[in-house]
């Protein structure tokens, strides 16, 4: 027998079968690796899509896919106590209720005169945020998010960013009625870090159409306002958590739908052994 | 082209190698890479643990007569047990063939209590005699009417014969047994050994205790006859290392830190609850189901199966008479217990349970503690007398509308806190069942009342 030429052979047949279980591994291996970024035509054709089922689209749809981690958040209660006291305790104190709850959502409220209309929206906004960085200040470091109008009110909404990504879950809401801060929220979760593996997110355009599937015969009519990949988790009464990547799909009347970015799934309350 | 001698070799080598590296890869699972997990356990599992249902439906205690007012109680995990039961002696001797339907005959219990060589074996919870009689003699019941049963009482002198409890009939039903000579001989001989030995002795209790009805047959044990406490602590329960158990890919999983200590884990329609004394929750959703799943024997092997898979299988594992948790979720739930050296552990809940649907499992909770030593008691043993003159007390208090004031067993166990709950002791406890199927537990210790289970078929 000619061992020379078996040798051989046997090599070419490994090299096939190696370049075989290479490719099968490297497709197991790139859910963790960011997925390849939209093309314009993928966006417009899902676009085109949801359109057609009722509902405009009023905002970009992201293209990129990174791949992210959990968030790992504790309850900022501490922080929420510190902002209750000045709302209720400092020289300028605009006076009022503030109640910290037990599920770590602290809400103001205050009676208000009588107004001739809503605001302008951008002065409603700077209104908003000056009494939010007076009030609540570092470290939630908030930044504006969105603003939605509520008659003769507005309620803007500011929101705290994690390395850059948008933590949903640790927000300021300010009802701004005539030119007065009428009520607030504030939630306030600590980054502590992130736990698991890197995956790649799905497309924004799958949360979005998840989003109005979610909504069902609700979303015709209605319009996609903004599309954003932050973190966001229920509200626990515990230690610390994980907060998972999202995709938020907001709707122009407020209403915000959050999609797990690395299932595709509609994140719902839910919780065992209680 | 020819390619050099050493470089093919060391080619080769090393391609054969990366094969089987990336082959080994792809068939565990490329870490952190597994495809969605948002599944029920099914219940065909690719490869079968070994579950053995001799043993974890064998008879909880084995009681032996020798005459004389002069019987011995064995239980599972002693010495004596596994002569008789685990080693297979009882069931060659005396239950390999079977053989006729079961007729309802005239029998005397009492006599063959009173005689010697007379065996009754008591089982932890009711079970199909078909089942029984397939687990003793290997093959399908051909017996016709099948009904439940939780005493076998053998005679094994004259006319050799099985009589079977019937809880539906109330009343016992004869089988027809035929010994095999030798393994009868060496039964006899064992037997004779064992009535001679210094086995701990227990009497017929009397017809009454402080005025309250006792059940013929219900054995106590002598003054003296004393078990230790245990020191107890929760399974080893590193979180990490037992979610890779329930959720194929951690990574679509979030974990919850508890400010108590406990642990949880969810992903997609699964959730599993790591309390820190070592107890676990776990739940999946299933879609409701309105009709029983599977026969009870067949759903006590799917479940322990995968109580097998999932903590593995307790010393002493058997079906327990206990409630569970999570009831009414339309699961079909198989409950269980495991014993110290025989003696049972009760609680208020199961300490292990399985909710079984066609879809899966849906629910197991399993609160096992792990025995570091046994610890004396710092009093002497509360006699069984004593402990039922305190429960009849109490239940005078409790239902005030009355329990029937009659007991039909009297025997020792465990006491075990529910999941969640840290306990460094397990103490002895009397349990008591009186004939309207409500159960005692009286520490053996104190004499405090743990509290009452209601049983039921």
Not at chain 1, 230 to 241: I, L, N, T, V
Not at chain 2, 274 to 284: F, L, Q
Not at chain 2, 344 to 351: F, K, N, R
Not at chain 2, 396 to 420: C, H, M, N
């Amino acid at each position: 027998m000619d061992w020379s030429r078996a040798k051989s052979a046997l090599i070419v047949a490994f090299l096939v079968l190696d370049l075989f279980l290479g490719w099968q591994v490297r497709n197991r291996v790139v859910g963790m690796e960011p997925g390849s970024d939209l093309t314009v035509a993928d966006v417009r054709s899902v676009q085109a899509k949801i359109e057609a089922g009722g509902v405009r689209v009023e905002c970009p749809l992201p293209r990129s896919r990174p791949s992210l981690s959990y968030l790992v958040v504790r309850p900022g209660t501490a922080v929420l106590r510190d902002t209750q006291a000045r709302l209720l305790g400092a020289e300028d104190s605009p006076g009022g209720l503030a109640t910290l709850l037990d599920n770590g959502v602290l809400i103001y409220t205050r009676e208000v005169g009588s107004h001739a209309g809503a605001m302008p929206k951008n002065d409603a906004i700077g209104a908003a945020r000056a009494f939010v960085e007076r009030f609540a200040g570092r470290p939630m470091d908030l930044e504006f998010d969105y603003a939605v109008a509520l008659g003769e009110a507005w309620l803007i909404n500011f929101c705290s960013k994690f390395d850059g990504k948008p933590v949903f879950d640790s927000y300021a809401r300010v009802l701004v009625r005539g030119a007065e801060v009428a009520e607030a929220r504030f939630s306030w979760f600590e980054p502590v870090g992130y736990s698991q593996q890197r995956r790649s997110v799905v497309a924004s355009t799958d949360a979005v159409m998840a989003a109005v599937a979610e909504l069902g015969g609700g979303a015709r009519g209605q319009s996609v306002a903004g599309v954003s990949l932050g973190y966001h988790s229920e509200p626990y009464d515990a230690k610390q958590w994980e907060s998972v990547p999202v995709w938020r799909v907001l709707f122009g009347s407020g209403q915000a739908v959050y999609v797990n970015a690395h299932t595709g799934e509609v994140e719902r309350p839910e919780r065992p052994g209680r | 082209m020819r390619i050099p001698e050493p470089f093919a070799t060391v080619s080769l080598v090393v391609l054969v190698g990366l094969s089987l590296a990336m082959s080994g890869w792809l068939l565990m699972g490329v870490p952190g890479t597994a495809p969605s997990s948002d599944q029920p356990f099914t219940l065909e599992v690719a490869e079968k643990p070994n579950v053995d249902m001799q043993s974890v439906l064998g008879p909880s205690r084995i009681v032996l007569h020798f005459g004389e007012n002069r019987h011995t109680v064995v239980l599972r995990g002693s010495a004596d047990y596994r002569t008789l039961w685990g080693g297979g002696l009882l069931q060659r001797a005396a239950l390999g063939r079977v053989s006729g339907p079961p007729r309802e005959v005239p029998v005397n219990i009492k006599a063959i209590r009173s005689e010697a060589g007379g065996i009754e074996l008591l089982y932890p919870v009711k079970v199909p005699v078909s089942y029984l009689v397939r687990l003793w003699t290997g093959y399908a019941w051909t017996g016709g009417q099948d009904f439940l049963t939780d005493r076998v009482v053998l005679s094994v002198a004259g006319d050799p014969a099985a009589f079977a409890y019937s809880c539906d009939h109330e009343k016992f039903f004869r089988l027809d047994v035929t010994p095999v000579p030798k393994e009868a001989a060496e039964l006899a001989s064992h037997l004779k050994y064992m009535s001679g030995g210094s086995h701990p002795r227990w009497v017929q209790a009397p017809a009454e205790i402080n005025g309250v009805a006792v059940a013929e047959g219900i054995l106590l044990p002598q003054s003296g006859y004393a078990v230790p406490a245990l020191e107890v602590r929760g399974e080893q329960t590193d979180p990490d290392a037992i979610v890779q158990k329930f959720f194929l890919d951690r990574s679509v999983v979030r974990r919850i830190d508890e400010r108590d200590g406990a642990v949880i884990y969810m992903g997609g329609q699964q959730g599993l609850r790591i309390y820190p004394p070592g107890a676990i929750d776990y739940r999946c959703l299933l879609e409701p189901e309105k009709a029983p799943l599977l026969d009870y024997p067949t759903a006590l092997e799917k479940a322990l199966e995968f109580v097998a898979g999932h903590g593995g299988l307790p010393e002493g594992i058997h079906p327990a008479d206990l409630a569970g948790r999570g009831r009414g979720m339309g699961l079909q739930e198989v409950r269980l217990s495991y014993c110290w050296r025989g003696y049972p552990v009760w609680g208020a809940e199961a300490p292990i349970v399985v909710g079984l649907s066609s879809q899966g499992v849906g629910l197991y909770v399993r609160n096992v503690r792990v025995v570091l030593a046994p610890v004396n008691l710092s009093r002497p043993m509360m006699s069984p007398e004593k402990a039922l003159d305190i429960l009849s007390r109490h239940w005078a208090t409790v239902f005030p509308e009355g329990v029937k004031r009659s007991v039909k067993d009297i025997q020792i166990g465990y006491w075990s806190l529910p999941a969640g709950e840290t306990q460094d002791v397990m103490k002895p406890v009397w349990v008591i069942e009186s004939e309207s199927g409500l159960k005692g537990f009286v520490d053996a210790e104190s004499g405090a009342v743990w509290g009452e289970e209601r049983t039921g078929p």
